[in-house]
């Protein structure tokens, strides 16, 4: 049975990390549903990608509770694995293997069947128009199309829940609106989005957005709410209040 079906994709209760005497994540608690886009938000070194990383079953909580798709995160990291996409700033693509390659090992990775790996890839190479690259290296494409590649790879095997660390760093403002049209189609066909962002145009995309400062949640509810809060109107106006401790009246 799918311990899933009725309880919210991601779970937190006090979760905790610690590096030695170092809180780089300090009791944080929220929870997100099924099909929502969450937007993880924070200055640099507020503790997003260790949380992340804990989230993903890839980093031992030091404190805390949480689970991923119903499962725990002490004991379930495998079953986790299997629920979870996961694409980081720095992408899992190989630069020396073309589009069809990738799309092929990752295939393997998660498991596919040949056929189910023909069929995803014709999928891919269709959607993001790559057919006319298929058989290119992945290191001489634009940095907009391994970004998009390297989405679809994180979702080849269908997962409940996406975790993407700013995925869109780096290209231009269209190029990542290109993005987030991916991004509403995965969580409209019900996939969980859990992502980090530094663009505030990004944030008012999410359906809600939390802000962490320094290893804790400062602050958690739909933009349009955060904006109204603290009185700005633009979710860059609640960041630089927040995370940036100044204000922008
Ligand atoms: N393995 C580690 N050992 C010691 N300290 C660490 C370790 N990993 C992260 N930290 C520290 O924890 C803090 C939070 O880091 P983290 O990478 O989670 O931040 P972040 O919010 O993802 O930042 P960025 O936006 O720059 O990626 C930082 O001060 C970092 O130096």
Redesign the pocket.
Known sequence: MNQSTHKPAVITNKLT?K??D?V??NEITFSVDKGEIFGFL????????????MLCGLLKPSSGEAQIAGYDVYRETEKIKQQIGYMS?KFSLYEDLTVRENIRFYGGIYDLSLAEIRRKTEHILHNLNLHSVADTLVASLPLGWKQKLSFSVAMLHEPQIVFL??PTGGVDPITRRQFWDMIYEAAHRGTTIFV?T?YMDEAEYCNRVSI?VD?RIQALDTPRALKSHYGVDSMDGVFQILARGTSTK
Do not use: L, P, S, V
């Open positions: 990390k590096f030695g170092f780089a994540t924070g200055a640099n070194g507020a503790g997003k990608t260790t949380a992340i990383r700033q660390d700013e980090t530094h962490m290893g």
